[in-house]
């Protein structure tokens, strides 16, 4: 059975912080996830990076897929309130086949403090 | 409005009585998914579909059943419900595989 391990699995900071949320496997993906989910909400896709070593920015986020494709970082710089939430990574599994599977992480509940 | 719907919202139930959740989307997306989510374990995939007629298993199928005779839609079937399959289920679909997913609302089940 693929994992994916995510750590923290909480944090709590106080605005203007930064923080690196990790997601780590001993299985290869075909690309990687990033979501937020909001209480009461599905996940949102944030991000999804493909290539090994890819990094990829989003305002003050920055993600990247290590170079083997089996693990990955979200670094958030100036950690705002808003930033509050639960944030999972999901690697993808093409099979022979053609067909798509998703293995999520744990997650890791996020707050911000004002 | 492009969305996925998914009902129930909530749902409470007892053990052996079959029910449905139903999953629509409006987007005309190929690939549709069932998760479940528990605390501490995140989402797991229940069963997926590529296409309409073409379903398969994900990681937890044991219990569930599902059909995909539309493109839209996408039941997910409890035969015989048990506790262990109280949880907060999430339905996905996108425009194929491996492109974005999006997310119904969610519905919570508790089996007693």
């Known amino acids: 059975t693929q994992l994916l391990e995510q750590s923290p699995q909480f944090l709590s900071i106080q605005e203007g912080e930064n923080l690196t949320v990790y997601c780590n496997s001993s299985?290869?993906?075909?690309?990687l996830q990033w979501y937020r989910q909001e209480p009461g909400e599905g996940p949102v896709l944030l991000v999804t990076v493909v290539t090994g070593g890819e990094v990829k920015k989003l305002k003050r986020l920055t993600f990247q897929f290590g170079d083997a494709r089996k693990d990955s970082s979200l670094h958030i710089t100036a950690a705002q309130p808003g930033d509050t939430g639960l944030y999972l990574c999901a690697g993808e599994v093409v099979g022979a086949s053609g067909t798509y599977k998703y293995i999520f992480g744990t997650g890791t509940r996020l707050k911000v403090l004002a | 409005e492009a969305q996925v719907t998914q009902n129930p919202r909530y749902l409470i139930t007892v053990t052996g009585k079959k029910l449905t959740v139903t999953c629509s989307q409006n987007?005309?997306?190929?690939?549709m998914s069932w998760y479940r989510q528990d605390p501490g374990l995140g989402l797991r995939q229940i069963y997926y579909?590529?296409?309409?007629?073409?379903?398969d298993k994900g990681d937890v199928p044991e219990g569930y059943k599902v059909s995909r005779k539309e493109k839209r839609n996408f039941p997910l079937i409890l035969e015989s419900p048990s506790p262990n399959q109280t949880s907060l289920y999430f339905c996905?679909?996108?425009?194929?595989?491996?492109?974005?997913?999006?997310f119904g609302p969610g519905t919570r089940l508790t089996v007693l």
């Open positions: 579909s590529m296409n309409v007629e073409v379903t």
């Open positions: 299985s290869v993906f075909s690309s």
């Open positions: 987007m005309n997306h190929e690939y």
């Open positions: 996905a679909s996108s425009l194929a595989g491996g492109s974005e997913q999006f």
